[in-house]
């Protein structure tokens, strides 16, 4: 089935040691996003790509970093983690498709991997 | 650690019955508007979605209901089942140049009782 996958389900990093999380899909969408979930919050949207092109939120710290190498990867990098980064940290797709009807642009629905729980000691 | 989260909204109904759970959105413009599913430790999946230029829409077992007057989005259940126990985020959708953003509500916690 196409899915979204996301690895290692659940990582332990130690205060200030750089850690990768990784996205892959096999939807063949064109967008890709990383969302930061804490308990009981909604996900907030840290940045995503379309196509090649990073579009960063305004609030996302320097500390987080993505790399998006091809179609179906995706990888978020936390710089420095601190106690504040342990989160769910969701993955997203999406893919962009014309309405002929109007000639405009709009996306599709965005589908979510499971999410890497994170824990920082 | 993470810090403390915030309490959900809880609703909790019995198995069986109908279940409302509402969403009020910010956004005007907004001309998309999706229902997520999340159980506890997995990603969010969708569930229904609908146009701004609709007022209705269902699904099985599921009803989106939209009202652009007051900015209002209800999600109905169906007999609810145990196995509908998760928490359900409403989101709007933003577009913004060829890419949309996905602004989601608090959510709200659907407690199914035996």
């Known amino acids: 089935d196409a899915m979204v996958i996301q690895n290692p389900r659940y990582q332990v990093t130690q205060f200030g040691k750089p850690v990768t999380l990784s996205c892959s899909q096999t939807l063949n969408h064109n967008v890709m996003y990383w969302y930061q979930q804490k308990s009981s919050q909604a996900p907030k949207l840290l940045f995503h790509y379309y196509d090649k092109d990073f579009n960063n939120e305004a609030d996302t710290p320097d500390n987080f970093q993505s ?37 405009g642009y709009s996306t599709d629905t965005q589908y979510f991997g499971p999410g890497t729980r994170l824990t920082v000691l | 650690g993470e810090s403390v989260g915030l309490h959900l909204p809880t609703l909790s109904v019995q198995e069986g019955d109908n279940s409302i759970i509402n969403c009020a959105y910010s956004n005007s413009a907004s001309d998309y508007f999706i229902w997520y599913k999340q159980e506890s430790g997995k990603g969010p999946q969708f569930i229904i979605d609908i146009r701004s230029n609709m007022d209705k829409r269902q699904g099985q077992r599921v009803t989106v209901l939209l009202n652009k007057t007051v900015k209002h989005l209800s999600l109905q259940i169906a007999a609810t089942q145990p196995g509908d126990s998760a928490v359900y985020f409403c989101a709007e959708n933003i577009i913004g140049g060829a890419t949309n953003k996905l602004i989601f509500g608090t959510g709200t916690l659907l407690a199914v009782q035996p």
């Open chain 1, 67 to 103: 790399r998006r190498p091809n179609t179906s990867f995706c990888f978020l990098d936390i710089r420095s983690p601190g106690l504040g980064d342990a989160a769910m940290y969701l993955c997203a797709t999406s893919s962009t498709r014309l309405f002929w009807t109007s000639g």
